[in-house]
């Protein structure tokens, strides 16, 4: 008799099939990560899929980067496996509500997180991560105020970095970095004084205060294996867990909840499943399509974002 194949095998079967690569973020769950191809940071996963020549790109992240997979590969095909993986910071800043703000500031030049839609990226003259985001504002000469869209916690850190007071900062959150709350994080701290503080950008200002190190996910895993602490408190989605553990085996990491549902998981990000996976590679579904000017219009700054090293 036959033995089946569990749904790994036939995602791995079905990408052979498609010519696909497997691109998973961070905050993936651990068994969609087990089977990429590549795991990393927004800014990684645009990097690699630049460099793509294969026909399917199987993006298991959000909605927003597998649109900025398919700008930098519109002729390839994008599926995501779960249409409804958003974004907050997405939705707390809408094209035309961009639009109106740039009327009202037309001498300002546009910065525009990776968090955004392909129409945002379109309004904007250069895109940053969480991981480069000061270096690219240090890239724009110092007289050039700014509009930085959307998230309020990455935009004050940045101007804090770069010490630029023409910067004008939207006013969007991300659900699960904006609600971890300092309290907890003391409270943490004082369970394992030692452990070091890691934090993602988008947190609030107390908690980035307390932080030792701030940088993307993948700038808190590589900070995370050059300590020599045993514990280390990570105050990011828990998702980075798999790479830390798989890296770090002898440290143990530590989350500090949030409060809306007590855990520090993304809604967004976990509607992805192996389940969903397998059928978009079988289906080619949800497949990302965007109008071909626009994708013209949001790669200009896309590019220019790639092009800083
Ligand atoms: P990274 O740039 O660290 O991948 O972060 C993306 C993100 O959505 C964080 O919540
Ligand atoms: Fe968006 Fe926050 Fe989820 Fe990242 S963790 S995808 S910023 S909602």
Redesign the pocket.
Known sequence: MLATKTIAEEILDLKRERRAILLA???QEAEIQEIADVI??????ARKAQSFDGEVIAFA??WF?AETALILNPERIVVVPDSEAG?S?VDACPAEQLRAWKRRHPDHAVVAY??TSAEVKAESDILC???NAVAVVNSIPAEQPILFVPDVNLGNYVKAQTGRENMKIWQGA?I??ATFPARRLTAKKAEFPEAPIAA?P?CPADVLRMADFI??????IEWCGRQDADDIIVM??SGVRFTLEKESPDKRFHFVANEQCNCSE?PY?KRNTLEKLRDSLRDLAPRVELPRDLMDRARIPVERMLALR
């Open positions: 973020h961070h905050y990393g940071d927004s800014l990684e996963l992240g959000v980067m974004c910071l990776i968090n991560t969480s991981r991300c699960v970095h993602h988008e940088g993307s996910t993948s700038a808190i990011t989605e993304c990000m």
